[in-house]
């Protein structure tokens, strides 16, 4: 008898702990702002990286509905890459077609001096820092190469 009276303790006890831990009210609005966007923060200047994974998954998660809002940030050493290849260039001309939002930060843009040539493929070349940290303060699933 005291075996059962200490696992139903356990049990309850366990129970409390989980019940304390878990949200007590999950908003339909904030589940929506947490799993429909994604904002890829595009930084490595190596062309694997970016035709194997960073464009090709951030292309896909818009083009199959994975995510509603898709947005890639070109900043650092990838703005380079992309202003330098032409084969990048038509990747990110497609996904603009189909909807990825496509945003590159100016400082990096203009320390390396291809800011105009992100212009010219259609991308919204600014201050960076603060639409970062507000996707991330506001829900977005953030993913990084």
């Not at 904030?30 to 994604?38: A, I, P, R, S």
């Amino acid at each position: 008898m005291k075996r059962f009276k200490l696992t139903s303790i356990y049990l309850f006890v366990l129970t409390c702990m989980l019940m304390i831990t878990l949200p007590l009210e999950v908003k339909a609005q904030d589940m929506e702002t947490k799993t429909d966007k994604l904002a890829v923060l595009w930084t490595s200047g190596d062309i694997d990286v970016a035709e194997k994974s960073c464009l090709m998954y951030t292309h896909a998660a818009k083009r199959n509905g994975w995510f509603d809002e898709v947005v890639l940030i070109v900043w650092g050493s990838s703005s380079r890459l992309l202003a330098e290849n032409e084969v990048l260039q038509e990747k990110v001309k497609a996904m603009i077609k189909d909807g990825v939002i496509l945003e590159a930060c100016i400082a990096c843009s203009n320390m390396l001096g291809v800011t105009e040539e992100l212009k010219a493929l259609g991308i919204d070349v600014k201050g960076m820092g603060v639409p970062l940290t507000n996707y991330m303060k506001s829900g977005y699933h953030v993913l990084s190469y």
